[in-house]
């Protein structure tokens, strides 16, 4: 049995997870141990050791839900779908799906060995080390885009057509259910996407939703990436939605979740947006053009999401320890989509 009070960062009952594991897999010989994971904003994700195995758990949060919000079932569908593609994923291991047990529903997968960078400047590596990892992020980009749905059972995923038309509507409602005061940044990006709006052209993919820096795993020693984490936010989309959050870092400082914007990218060996942008479309025959329009929308999109982490801070759900430092970047975020709209971003 679990002794009370070792696992005090957990916001469910430990004891709950093993009589449920206990149902699921061998006895653990008295090798069950959780552990949370730093940082996240949305589902609180553990390290979990059972007997021989290495897991991680991720659930839902506790407290209010917005209606479609944190839906864990969908990424694991996602996993399950990819893991025997050349996309890498974690091994999809259970999921649970009653409530009841642990509060929330949850999942679990395999633990992989790498490293994951939060820092898009990647300081902690060699200058020599730099590009190649980005470079390797729009190569992975590329591969799942590449998947056909319907090949991996996921040609119900999503509505294809006027994807960027119903986001847009998607997010506006999300900002206008919070309870924040109301940032006009936001409302005036909102209206430029509606009168910018590109024709629909077609393109249909598996869209991460969260494609970024952060959300993947490398190999411990290669410029290779060995997981992509967190789908959450995973639909069929435009895969231009996914480069244009990738390139959000170009254009946000580092005060502003850890942006490249202000430094001297040639000083630290560290690829342009151009570079970035081409390396994609180089691994992706055919794709349309990235336009400032892609960008905008992704740094909306993302403000928004600040607006969402600022009322789990205001009512307590937050998952991450830093949510209430994350929260004022609404703002930030809109203006810096405002200067793109406009033609006045700094250089």
């Given amino acids: 049995m ?15 997870l093993e009589t449920v594991l206990n149902n699921q897999f061998e006895a653990h010989d008295g090798n069950f141990s959780i552990s949370r994971i730093a940082g996240g904003q949305s589902n609180p994700t553990y390290f979990l050791n059972w007997g021989d195995r290495r897991l991680v758990l991720r659930k839902q949060p506790r407290g209010p839900i917005l209606k479609g919000a944190h839906a864990i079932d969908r990424e694991y569908r996602v996993l399950e779908a990819l893991y025997p593609t050349d996309v890498p994923v974690p091994k999809p291991v259970l999921y649970h799906s009653d409530p009841t047990s642990i509060g929330t529903p949850f999942y679990l997968m395999e633990r992989l060995d790498g490293r994951v960078f939060t820092d898009t400047s990647l300081a902690e590596l060699t200058p020599s ?4 990892i980005w470079m390797a992020v729009a190569n992975t980009m590329a591969s799942m885009h590449a998947v056909r749905p319907a090949a991996v059972g996921l040609e119900d995923f999503g509505r294809p057509g006027n994807y960027f038309e119903r986001q847009i509507k998607r997010w506006d409602r999300q900002y206008r259910g919070s309870s924040c005061a109301p940032i006009p940044a936001i409302e005036d990006l909102c209206e430029w996407l509606v009168k910018t709006l590109p024709p629909d052209d077609g393109a249909f993919a598996l869209c991460h939703g969260d494609f970024r820096l952060g959300n993947l795993m490398f190999h411990p020693s290669e410029p290779r990436v060995v997981a992509v984490l967190d789908w959450e936010l995973s639909t069929l989309g435009h895969p231009l939605a996914d480069l244009g959050y990738c ?51 992704a740094l909306y999109r993302f403000a928004v999401i600040f607006v969402g982490i600022a009322d789990r801070v205001r009512s307590g759900s937050a998952a991450g320890s830093n949510a209430d430092v994350l929260a004022p970047l609404a703002e930030r975020f809109a203006q810096r989509g405002l200067e793109i709209a406009t033609g006045k971003e700094h250089a």
């Fill in 2 to 16: 679990i002794e009370p009070g070792v696992y005090g960062d957990l916001d469910f009952e430990a004891d709950a």
């Fill in 247 to 297: 390139c959000m870092p170009w254009h946000t400082g580092p005060d502003e979740y850890g942006g490249l914007l202000g430094i001297d990218l040639d000083a630290k060996a560290l690829p342009t947006e151009a570079e970035f942008i081409a390396r994609y479309m180089e691994a992706s025959p055919g794709a349309s053009p990235l336009l400032p329009f892609h960008k905008v929308f």
């Fill in 129 to 132: 080390e730099r590009a190649p």
